[in-house]
């Protein structure tokens, strides 16, 4: 299928390349495409999006995002989806404007955000919500970027469509049992709280197929 699946179906592509394709290295790709699973860094504060199946004490109970300092940490890997609305074909580059899921790949959760006070800072909570990829419409972010398409060494904002609020990190640490680990909320304005680069991943690169038609299973890769 073009179109990006749950996932369980990145879990297998993301071993099947470690695993298969790790030799294949080529000039990097110079924008970030569908069906792509990577580590999003926070450019102010140095963190990374991380997800976790530990869930919140406060607020809507549902399990936790946080920002890490880790780089290696295997439970900040998110994989780039379409909306129920709208697919995402892997190996497109994601265009400014371009509403899209982010699926936490370890627990198939998606980041996700709603009206409930985050417990560090007040702001908007932050989530991860629904089963094997699937959740609701509070599940889709907006990216927003400079140009066309999401470049990979541009930092970028991502509004919560439903709510219109910024993903952000401001700095509040937590205490245990994630000691360490920042708070990651949404709010409105944008700021250099809000500023997101991706990072680390497999990037999946579009080719053609012998017969002409696309073919997006052909992986980029850095440092997974």
């Not at 390349?17 to 569908?34: A, R």
Request: hydrophobic fraction near 30%; proline fraction near 3%.
């Amino acid at each position: 299928m073009d179109n990006c699946t749950g996932p369980s179906h990145f879990i297998f592509i993301s071993i099947l390349l470690y695993c298969v394709c790790g030799l294949s290295f080529g000039t990097e790709l110079s924008f970030v495409t569908c069906g792509s699973v990577v580590k999003l860094l926070n450019v102010k504060h140095n963190v990374r999006l991380h997800s976790h199946d530990v869930r919140y004490g406060s607020g809507s109970g549902q399990q936790s995002v946080t920002g890490v300092t880790t780089v290696e940490d295997s439970n900040s890997y998110w994989s780039l989806r379409g909306t129920i609305g709208a697919m995402c074909h892997r190996g497109t580059p994601v265009k400014c404007g371009q509403t899209i899921r982010l699926t936490h790949v370890n627990t198939g959760r998606n980041l996700h955000s709603h009206y409930f006070t985050s417990p560090l800072s007040s702001n908007q909570e932050v989530s991860a919500f629904g089963e094997d990829g699937e959740g609701d419409n509070l599940d889709e972010w907006t990216v927003q970027c400079g140009g066309s398409v999401w470049q990979r060494e541009e930092a970028v904002r991502f509004l919560h469509t439903a709510t219109e609020a910024l993903l952000s990190v401001t700095g509040e640490q937590y205490g245990r049992p994630i000691h360490g680990q920042r708070e990651v909320h949404a709010m409105a304005g944008s700021s250099q709280h809000s500023l997101w680069k991706a990072m680390e991943g497999i990037y999946m690169k579009p080719s053609e197929s012998p017969l002409g038609s696309r073919d997006y299973s052909h992986p980029q890769h850095t440092e997974f």
